[in-house]
């Protein structure tokens, strides 16, 4: 049980990654001992380092250094394929491994309690950084991501990794899929989620090992990587951090990596990046993502080599095996363009496939003076996600006439080779001009209620209206889920002002998180008696979209109410096993 009280929320970093832009190593596997050759049933597993030696900044301002030692792990012969899951809030999460033998994919459970969370194999690295005279001044573990930004380790590996590029980070993520592709490296830098390290300036040995439990769990070698660390502090005055992406337009820095936009760095004009932002390259993910009140995004795609973007580019969207309409993971969804036209025929629903829109509980609750220092007001902020079960894509069409401030809104329907087969109204879009808006909204994709302990309504939120975007992984174990999402930003689902059409996805296995801080999303508690109620997150409240499923729309989410006016708290009970306010 968790008790909040604070005046701004914070958005939650995304796991930090380093990015293999060239990576020039010779893999070599130690031979395993007899024991390990018995237990290595799935692939060829080895932790490298992709450098001999690496330099490290201490920030003057914020001491502290970011162990990003450039270490990898890699697979051969077959991928590294995990999923972690739970059948619901209160069963524990499990892992599997996907293990590919004679052309055949078999499922080995793994060991009860190998993993808490989604977030990764917790104390997978095991660092220690000795000084020059041998004395040991760093010994920590580190979880890791097998989705941690990567590359090809050899010119024959596959151009593309099928598998996500991070880990979840929503706290009531159901399912998730880990891997490190065949011929591929992972990094095993744990990033933001991470905590810095003490360093003075001078040269260090850092020497990474791959736990012994993890060893043994997949026939891993020990054999230690090794390498040259030199600290050099610097001060964020001198301006000269490491370049990063210029935060340009309304929307600029929304993908992970990206520098945020002014006025959530927490430095003026002429400041370099803090040491969060500045520690990892801008592949990296390990900077904040701002999406404009929505949540988080994956982590920015990987650096890849000018050879592989062109082979890529030649090769389009299309890989051995697919089909059209097919978004199982196995390759990169091609991107859905908006129609220019408005639909002709008869509008019909056929039977094919559709969207199951779920909500999940609250989250990130916590009582705000609505990020505008309202005097005498106190509101209640949160965080929302919507996700879609599948086992088809949301998708839904806006079309403007000329001169009309709203667009009309239609949901298209496909069959099973991605051909539209059908549409129907469902209802509206709006233009947004408000600052950290300025995009188009869908209207009534969900509302959010506070209810009373007898579950009555007791406020509304005013938002009710959005810009769809792909930014969590809620569950990409379900039938039909796309593991690469196409528009995971604003700035590629939203549209412009003087947008003639627009179209919102919402993918399968992923959700939309819309954190509701500001006046007007947020509810006023100002007049609200202390007490037990429940925040209501609705999706399709108005029912105008067509799914599969209508009755999983709901999700409550406890909350105590305390305190006096203008120091009004609130206690949030664990929902089951999850124990996040």
């Keep these: 049980m968790t008790t909040t009280r604070t005046t701004r929320l914070r958005r939650p970093l995304l796991a930090g990654t380093t990015a293999v832009a060239a990576m020039a190593v010779t893999v070599g596997f130690m031979a395993a001992t007899p024991d390990q050759a018995k237990a290595a049933t799935g692939p060829k597993l080895s932790l490298i380092a992709a450098t001999g030696s690496v330099t490290l900044t201490s920030w003057k301002e914020d001491p502290g250094v970011y162990l990003d030692l450039g270490t990898y792990l890699t697979a051969e012969g077959t991928p590294l394929e995990l999923k972690a899951t739970r059948k619901s809030y209160k069963d524990p999460v499990t892992l599997t491994q996907t293990v590919f033998e004679g052309g055949k994919a078999r ?3 793994l060991p009860k309690g190998t993993v808490k969370d989604f977030s990764g194999l917790p104390g997978f690295a095991e660092i220690t950084l000795t000084d020059r005279t041998g004395k040991v001044v760093v010994s920590k573990s580190e979880s890791f991501c097998p989705n941690n930004a990567s590359g090809r380790v050899r010119p024959d590996a596959p151009s593309t990794s099928k598998y996500p590029e991070s880990c979840p980070t929503n706290p009531f993520t159901l399912g998730s899929v880990w891997g490190v592709e ?19 300036a001078g040269t260090y040995t850092a020497k990474v ?24 502090e610097r001060s964020w005055e001198e301006g000269a951090a490491p370049a990063r992406s210029a935060a340009g337009g309304e929307h600029a820095g929304h993908g992970a990596g990206h520098q945020a936009p002014a006025g959530h760095t927490g430095h003026g004009p002429g400041h ?19 999406n404009v009140g929505h949540g988080p995004l994956k982590a920015a795609p990987p650096a890849l080599p000018w050879a592989t973007k062109k082979q890529q580019a030649a090769r389009a969207d299309v890989q051995a095996g697919d089909t059209a309409g097919q978004t199982d993971g196995s390759r ?7 129609q220019t036209k408005r639909p002709t025929g008869n509008p019909s629903v056929p039977n094919v496939p559709k969207p199951d829109l779920r ?3 609250a989250y990130g609750i916590t009582i705000s003076d609505g990020a505008q220092d309202i005097p005498g007001k106190d509101y209640l902020a949160f965080s929302a996600n919507v996700w879609n079960a599948g086992p088809a894509q949301l998708v839904v069409d806006g079309f403007r006439s000329p001169g009309k401030a709203k667009m009309d809104a239609y949901q298209y329907f496909y069959d099973a080779r991605g051909k539209q087969v059908g549409y129907t109204p469902t209802g509206t879009m709006e233009w947004d001009p408000r600052p950290g ?10 509302s959010y209620r506070l209810l009373k302990a007898d579950k009555k309504e007791a406020v509304r939120s005013g938002k009710e209206a959005f810009c769809l975007a792909n930014t969590d992984a809620v569950d990409y174990t379900v039938k039909n889920a796309n593991w690469h999402p196409y528009n995971t930003d604003l700035s590629t689902a939203c549209g412009q002002e003087n947008s003639i059409s627009v179209r919102e996805v919402l993918d399968v296995g992923s959700g939309d998180t819309y954190t509701q801080d500001l006046p007007g999303q947020s509810f006023d508690i100002t007049d609200v008696p202390n007490g037990t109620y429940y925040i209501q997150v609705l999706a399709n409240p108005a029912k105008r979209l067509k799914e599969t499923n209508l009755d999983n729309n709901s999700a409550l ?11 009004r708290t609130v206690t949030v009970p664990a929902h089951d096993l999850v124990n996040a306010n």
């Design 359 to 361: 909500s999940l509980p």
């Design 332 to 338: 990169q969804a091609p991107a859905l363009a908006p």
């Design 437 to 446: 808006h300025v995009h188009w909204h869908f209207t009534d994709f969900a």
């Design 209 to 232: 090992r791959v736990a012994k439990k993890y060893r043994d769990l997949f026939g891993i070698a020990d054999r230690p990587a090794t390498v040259k660390v030199t600290v050099q």
């Design 272 to 290: 370099a990046p803090t040491p969060a932002q500045a520690g990892a390259p801008e592949t990296s993910g390990a900077g904040p993502s701002y």
């Design 557 to 567: 989410r406890k909350v105590v109410l305390g305190g006096t006016p203008g120091r």
């Design 182 to 200: 065949k011929g591929w490296a992972a990094n095993t830098y744990a990033g933001s989620y991470t905590q810095s390290v003490k360093l003075a």
């Design 107 to 109: 499922t080995k459970t």
